[in-house]
Nanobody
């Protein structure tokens, strides 16, 4: 079955950096587009970034220039480097993949940015 496991969240001061990782299993990773979403308290889950199977990247305007998504097909891993973090980046971050016509999600990892 499809499994996504995130790691790397934590508490950081505004202006700092964090790196999230997501390890996938149960999919043909090299052929899969991978995404990151986030959900802040009291808000809907929102898309953050996607990296296609071909390595093309797309970012929400709110994170463009600060966040970088990358993938390591040898390790079935997708990473999210987050720099210049702001208090509004505080959220639970989820790794996402679509497989067989449905979305799969990781368990989420908490990112808290203190101002």
């Amino acid at each position: 079955q499809v499994q996504l496991v995130e790691s790397g969240g934590g508490l950081v001061q505004a202006g700092g950096s964090l790196r999230l990782s997501c390890t996938a299993s149960g999919i043909i990773f090299r052929m899969s587009d991978m995404g990151w979403y986030r959900q802040a308290p009291g808000k809907q889950r929102e898309w953050v970034t996607t990296i296609t199977s071909g390595g093309y990247t797309h970012y929400a305007n709110s994170v463009k220039g600060r966040f970088t998504i990358s993938r390591d097909n040898a390790k079935n891993m997708v990473n999210l480097q987050m720099n210049s973090l702001k208090s509004e980046d505080t959220a639970v971050y989820y790794c996402q993949v679509m497989n067989g016509g449905r979305d799969y999600w990781g368990q989420g990892t908490q990112v808290t940015v203190s101002s």
